[in-house]
């Protein structure tokens, strides 16, 4: 360890680790610290991930897939099942990963473009001078050190302090952090070409219950609830109950809990000489939980813009602002309709759960994008859905109606 | 006053963290520490996915 870089990195989850990388080869001198001392384990993630966009940032490696899968099939509370899927053979459009591996091989690849690692290294404060981060307080194996920086970027996750150190509150609501908790299971009957997803106010309160194939007779089998129906039930005793009821004879081999921020976009995710990238920006999708890809594609333009800043010896806010531009023309629309959806979702009653799902029999979904399905819910249920109209606005009919029938 | 953890039932995913209004909460590797800023508003109880925390009178 030195005592100066160019940018500290706090977190390697997926976020830190493309920063680290992308900050790295574009030759800047870089440490990414991790307080764990295993990168990504216990893992906290249904491993779901959509494969066309993964390829963007990393080669595709058989260690670290542990399943493809064709679509998904999402289940109402009578049992009626909207499937959306990819017809054509070989056309898989999801892996599920293997995320000890996947997190690790992420962090080699920082290491590789020249980043310094430190695992077992935990971010306890900011050094700030004169409104500035200057670094970080850290302590490693008992010891505490001072770590000089230009810039600090917080990719410290869902439990992120590194930008309430900084002055930007970053605290969730219960209602905007879905609590989770998730067995891999064996010897259960399972679908393997697709993930599966249960909606229901009795099973899922304000949330639902996943399954996601692993291969080799395993899958992910886990719930998420928002946060406010947490209490008097909670997370892992809903997942018992299902668990009973669907896969009586199922073995459990792994147990983890786990919580995702469901807020959508906050105010701000840059200070002078700081970014906050994924959970840690609060990036990840208020409807499905996904995050791996958000953080990754965030962490990519933070590393970039952290270079740009470092050459021209400017790390305040404003010149910063450019990340907080990019990555909020590229994503804060997604977030704002998911968050758009979320709320009126997260109020249907289980009957009209029922009725949406009854809406599509016999429409063929093809290869439908969210938008699209929910295009063919929306014109089947106006009067229901009325409040996600402003969703669809911008964008053209024609392309909504394309992704519904793409393969009918 | 304060939140009391059981170390036996709690998965440290840091979920509690993430909540917690003064920032009272620290997930150190494989535990929960409570500082004295705690000001026992129950949230973190709330929505813990396992119950391993408890608000202490
Ligand atoms: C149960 C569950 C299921 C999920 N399922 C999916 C899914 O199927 N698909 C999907 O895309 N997303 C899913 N997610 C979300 C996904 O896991 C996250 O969005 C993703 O991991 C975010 O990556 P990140 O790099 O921002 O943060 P993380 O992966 O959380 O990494 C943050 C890292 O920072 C470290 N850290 C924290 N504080 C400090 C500190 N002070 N000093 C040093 N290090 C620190 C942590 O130890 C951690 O390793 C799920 C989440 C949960 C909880
Ligand atoms: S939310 Fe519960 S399981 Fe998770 S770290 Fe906090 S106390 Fe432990
Ligand atoms: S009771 Fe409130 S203040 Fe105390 S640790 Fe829990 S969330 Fe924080």
Same mark, same amino acid.
């Not at chain 1, 980043?115 to 004169?130: F, S, Y």
């Given at each position: 360890?030195?005592?100066?870089?160019?940018?500290?990195?706090?977190?390697?989850?997926?976020?830190?680790?493309?920063?680290?990388?992308?900050?790295?080869?574009?030759?800047?001198?870089?440490?990414?610290?991790?307080?764990?001392?295993?990168?990504?384990?216990?893992?906290?993630?249904?491993?779901?991930?959509?494969?066309?966009?993964?390829?963007?940032?990393?080669?595709?490696?058989?260690?670290?897939?542990?399943?493809?899968?064709?679509?998904?099939?999402?289940?109402?509370?009578?049992?009626?099942?909207?499937?959306?899927?990819?017809?054509?053979?070989?056309?898989?459009?999801?892996?599920?990963?293997?995320?000890?591996?996947?997190?690790?091989?992420?962090?080699?690849?920082?290491?590789?473009?020249?980043?310094?690692?430190?695992?077992?290294?935990?971010?306890?404060?900011?050094?700030?001078?004169?409104?500035?981060?200057?670094?970080?307080?850290?302590?490693?194996?008992?010891?505490?050190?001072?770590?000089?920086?230009?810039?600090?970027?917080?990719?410290?996750?869902?439990?992120?302090?590194?930008?309430?150190?900084?002055?930007?509150?970053?605290?969730?609501?219960?209602?905007?952090?879905?609590?989770?908790?998730?067995?891999?299971?064996?010897?259960?009957?399972?679908?393997?070409?697709?993930?599966?997803?249960?909606?229901?106010?009795?099973?899922?309160?304000?949330?639902?219950?996943?399954?996601?194939?692993?291969?080799?007779?395993?899958?992910?089998?886990?719930?998420?609830?928002?946060?406010?129906?947490?209490?008097?039930?909670?997370?892992?005793?809903?997942?018992?109950?299902?668990?009973?009821?669907?896969?009586?004879?199922?073995?459990?081999?792994?147990?983890?809990?786990?919580?995702?921020?469901?807020?959508?976009?906050?105010?701000?995710?840059?200070?002078?000489?700081?970014?906050?990238?994924?959970?840690?920006?609060?990036?990840?999708?208020?409807?499905?939980?996904?995050?791996?890809?958000?953080?990754?594609?965030?962490?990519?333009?933070?590393?970039?813009?952290?270079?740009?800043?470092?050459?021209?010896?400017?790390?305040?806010?404003?010149?910063?602002?450019?990340?907080?531009?990019?990555?909020?023309?590229?994503?804060?629309?997604?977030?704002?309709?998911?968050?758009?959806?979320?709320?009126?979702?997260?109020?249907?009653?289980?009957?009209?759960?029922?009725?949406?799902?009854?809406?599509?029999?016999?429409?063929?979904?093809?290869?439908?994008?969210?938008?699209?399905?929910?295009?063919?819910?929306?014109?089947?249920?106006?009067?229901?859905?009325?409040?996600?109209?402003?969703?669809?606005?911008?964008?053209?009919?024609?392309?909504?109606?394309?992704?519904?029938?793409?393969?009918? | 006053?304060?939140?009391?953890?059981?170390?036996?039932?709690?998965?440290?995913?840091?979920?509690?963290?993430?909540? /917690?209004?003064?920032?009272?909460?620290?997930?150190?590797?494989?535990?929960? &520490? !409570?500082? *004295?800023?705690?000001?026992? /508003?129950?949230?973190?109880?709330?929505?813990?996915?396992?119950?391993?925390? &408890? !608000?202490? *009178?």
């Amino acid at each position: 360890m030195k005592d100066r870089y160019d940018v500290i990195v706090v977190g390697a989850g997926p976020g830190g680790s493309m920063t680290a990388k992308t900050a790295a080869n574009a030759g800047l001198d870089v440490l990414l610290i991790e307080k764990r001392q295993q990168i990504g384990d216990p893992v906290r993630c249904a491993e779901g991930v959509n494969k066309v966009y993964l390829k963007e940032y990393i080669q595709p490696d058989p260690a670290w897939i542990s399943a493809e899968v064709k679509g998904s099939k999402i289940y109402a509370p009578d049992g009626a099942m909207v499937e959306m899927s990819e017809k054509l053979a070989g056309a898989e459009v999801g892996y599920v990963l293997e995320r000890k591996v996947f997190d690790r091989a992420l962090v080699r690849d920082a290491a590789l473009a020249g980043a310094e690692v430190m695992v077992k290294t935990r971010a306890t404060g900011l050094l700030m001078e004169d409104g500035f981060v200057k670094g970080i307080k850290a302590q490693h194996m008992g010891e505490k050190y001072n770590i000089r920086s230009d810039i600090v970027v917080g990719a410290d996750g869902v439990e992120s302090k590194v930008g309430r150190w900084a002055g930007i509150d970053t605290t969730l609501k219960p209602k905007d952090i879905s609590t989770c908790a998730q067995y891999i299971m064996t010897d259960i009957d399972i679908d393997t070409d697709f993930c599966e997803f249960y909606v229901g106010n009795k099973i899922a309160p304000l949330g639902y219950i996943w399954v996601f194939p692993k291969g080799n007779n395993m899958a992910n089998v886990g719930i998420g609830i928002t946060g406010h129906m947490s209490g008097e039930v909670r997370a892992k005793e809903l997942l018992d109950d299902f668990v009973q009821k669907r896969y009586p004879g199922g073995k459990v081999i792994e147990f983890i809990v786990g919580g995702v921020p469901v807020c959508g976009t906050i105010e701000r995710t840059v200070a002078n000489g700081l970014m906050l990238v994924g959970d840690a920006a609060r990036q990840s999708d208020p409807v499905t939980g996904g995050g791996i890809f958000n953080s990754m594609w965030a962490g990519d333009i933070a590393g970039k813009v952290a270079a740009n800043a470092i050459k021209h010896s400017d790390v305040s806010a404003g010149f910063l602002q450019e990340y907080e531009t990019k990555w909020r023309a590229g994503l804060g629309r997604d977030l704002d309709m998911s968050l758009v959806v979320k709320e009126r979702f997260t109020r249907l009653t289980d009957d009209e759960l029922n009725t949406l799902a009854h809406s599509l029999e016999g429409i063929d979904l093809g290869s439908v994008t969210l938008i699209g399905l929910l295009w063919a819910l929306f014109k089947a249920n106006k009067k229901l859905l009325w409040d996600l109209r402003s969703i669809f606005k911008g964008i053209k009919e024609i392309e909504m109606e394309a992704s519904v029938e793409v393969n009918s | 006053m304060t939140v009391k953890v059981n170390r036996f039932k709690c998965g440290y995913c840091g979920a509690c963290v993430g909540v /917690c209004p003064p920032g009272a909460l620290e997930l150190i590797e494989t535990w929960i &520490e !409570v500082d *004295k800023t705690c000001t026992d /508003c129950g949230i973190c109880v709330r929505i813990c996915p396992v119950g391993a925390l &408890e !608000v202490q *009178k």
